[in-house]
């Protein structure tokens, strides 16, 4: 099988768990908003900012150096390579229990003190991850990955919605996290049940630690960007806020959440093996560009048009956040998606400090910005501000992707044009379609909102699904 077909392959395997898990977690948050108020959301992301902090800081690069490494899929190789995340996994969970009181006295809420406890032990469950999984995304079989991702998902959405029903409050969100990861962590072994071999081989961590070293810092530039709104709202304007502005983050990102793991996950590996054939790496990497910018837009300007419409139908009244925050939400992840283009081509030819370097820019901005527009103009200043940083992450990343790929700005444009026309036609039809609804239905009932919202929903995966499928058959072409 070609390499491309392959990629297209491992595509559709990505897409059908980042799919199904995104989509079960979607579901659950229908259910769980109307079993838990504003402030559980907000108190499980200030929970996790500890343990995104600590796993990134301590991040070796371990699968990323599997698919690098020419010993990927070398029992030996593996072993030591999973000696290593047993022991990190260990170390994190340990130094996560311990500082738990921290994050309550941050936060100003004792609750959080137990529930990072609880969350602590989902560290140490990945740590017992199987190597040989990421061994074959090396090859480019994602067959026993994605299985594994849905299986984590299905746990962490039926332990949630149990806990909750038994009255255990956010705790239950906590002890998810806990199901996920042992349920990844086991479904691995059981679909790849090979053996590793445990002999010490200095040649491995050598080249282990060799690889953790060039990608060191990138994860924790990463979570520290993710976790910017938890630290600045959830102290300035209150667990309450965050759990609005994460629940409408989520929402608003969701295509963006199903598209950039993809990207990670498939074209990484894929870019690695042609990396050094030029013309083939440009022409792989501007159709990625255009086909993902172009695949996004359509939903990106329902969302946009659509705004507090939407979380108001999804999940209440009390989850609808300030007008304007689910329209800078969406463009903030569609511009997300295609930075995240540039990060794969960035990692595949041994680059990753480019993408440190965007990510510390993008960081500066959120945390200067964001923090004065928290303080000055509430959420909707946070969110532009978290906007224009990944903005400039796309300003600073994208000539970098050009000059490494040895692309022109004209092909850069051409492959971009489709997505900008695509764009532009949805938001005209989005609003077409919001104006008639206004028109004929004044009053706003809940009836003609809910209308308003599966219809405008509805156009944009069906012109989401026709732009895949020609993507899928000009591949295949």
């Not at 498939?266 to 993902?292: F, H």
Request: aromatic share 8%; hydrophobic share 55%.
């Amino acid at each position: 099988m070609s390499i491309g077909r392959q990629t297209l392959h491992g595509v559709s395997w990505q897409l059908l768990a980042r799919g199904t898990d995104r989509g079960l977690r979607f579901a659950s948050s229908l259910v769980l908003t109307r079993m838990l108020a504003p402030e559980a959301f907000g108190q499980i992301a200030a929970t996790m900012i500890v343990i995104g902090f600590i796993e990134s800081f301590s991040f070796v690069g371990i699968e990323q150096a599997l698919i690098q490494s020419k010993r990927g899929d070398e029992p030996r190789f593996l072993g030591s390579a999973f000696k290593i995340t047993v022991v990190r996994g260990a170390v994190i969970a340990m130094v996560v229990f311990l500082v738990a009181p921290i994050v309550a006295w941050y936060f100003e809420d004792p609750a959080l003190s137990n529930m990072v406890r609880v969350v602590s032990i989902a560290s140490l469950m990945r740590g017992f991850e199987n190597p040989w999984i990421a061994s074959a995304r090396r090859a480019l079989r994602f067959k026993a990955g994605a299985v594994t991702i849905m299986v984590g998902a299905a746990a962490q959405v039926s332990c949630a919605i149990a806990g909750a029903w038994f009255g255990l409050g956010a705790t239950a969100l906590a002890l998810a996290f806990v199901a996920s990861a042992a349920a990844t962590s086991l479904a691995g072994w059981i679909l790849i049940a090979q053996r590793l071999d445990f002999t010490r081989d200095e040649p491995a961590l050598a080249e282990l630690r060799g690889f953790a070293a060039k990608a060191a810092g990138v994860p924790f530039l990463i979570t520290l960007s993710r976790q910017v709104p938890a630290l600045v709202l959830g102290r300035i304007s209150g667990l309450g806020v965050l759990g609005v502005y994460g629940l409408a983050n989520q929402l608003s990102s969701l295509p963006n959440e199903i598209a950039l793991p993809v990207l990670g996950t498939v074209l990484t590996p894929a870019y690695a093996q042609i990396r050094e054939d030029v013309p083939r790496l440009r022409a792989a990497w501007l159709r990625s560009l255009g086909g993902v910018a172009a695949l996004i837009m359509p939903i990106t300007a329902a969302v946009i048009v659509l705004d507090d419409a939407l979380p108001t139908m999804l999940y209440g009244p009390r989850y609808a956040g300030a007008p304007g925050l689910m329209s800078l939400l969406a463009l903030t992840a569609a511009i997300s998606s295609i930075t995240a283009c540039c990060g794969a081509i960035f990692w595949a030819i041994g680059r990753p400090h480019i993408d440190r370097v965007s990510l510390l820019w993008r960081l500066g901005i959120m945390v200067t910005l964001g923090t004065l527009g928290a303080q000055m103009g509430g959420v909707i200043w946070f969110a532009a501000a978290v906007a224009l940083a990944m903005l400039s992450s796309l300003i600073y990343c994208l000539p970098h992707a050009r000059v490494a790929t040895e692309s022109s700005w004209r092909e850069i444009a051409r492959a971009l044009l489709p997505a900008a026309i695509i764009g532009s036609a949805s938001l005209v039809i989005a609003s077409l379609v919001q104006w008639s609804m206004r028109h004929y239905y004044p009053e706003r009932s809940t009836t003609s909102l809910t209308i308003e919202v599966l219809l405008m929903m509805l156009l944009a995966l069906v012109a989401m699904s026709i732009i895949g499928l020609r993507l899928v058959r000009k591949k295949r072409g």
